[in-house]
């Protein structure tokens, strides 16, 4: 059974950071794409930023030089370091593992909550 499990998500005042984790379970890690989205009150789903298997990234617009995605193979995790956070990056954020053999296969966490308010 795949799981992914984030955590990290909090209240924080602008310009602040926060550190978000996914935990992998039930798939083979290091063969899937990892990524994150966000999906705010209101708003289509959107992508944030995303980490192939070769450790390639590409990120959003809105979070060039401010976000940052890693991943560990060894612990089947993916983080999202997030710094000089503002207002308008209050979503759900949620963690994504995907990978393309004979069709795409999409697997979500359950999303944690990040808020950005003085």
């Known amino acids: 059974q795949v799981q992914l499990v984030e955590s990290g998500g909090g209240l924080v005042q602008p310009g602040g950071s926060l550190r978000l984790s996914c935990a992998a379970s039930?798939?083979?890690?290091?063969?899937?794409?990892m990524g994150w989205y966000r999906q705010a009150p209101g708003k289509q789903r959107e992508l944030v930023a995303v980490?192939?298997?070769?450790?390639?990234?590409n990120y959003a617009d809105s979070v060039k030089g401010r976000f940052t995605i890693s991943r560990d193979n060894a612990k089947n995790t993916v983080d999202l370091q997030m710094n000089s956070l503002k207002p308008e990056d209050t979503a759900l954020y949620y963690c994504?593992?995907?990978?393309?053999?004979?069709?795409?296969?999409?697997?979500w966490g359950q999303g944690t909550q990040v808020t950005v308010s003085s």
């Open positions: 980490i192939t298997s070769g450790g390639t990234t």
């Open positions: 039930g798939i083979i890690f290091s063969r899937y794409a």
């Open positions: 994504n593992g995907r990978i393309i053999i004979d069709k795409k296969y999409d697997y």
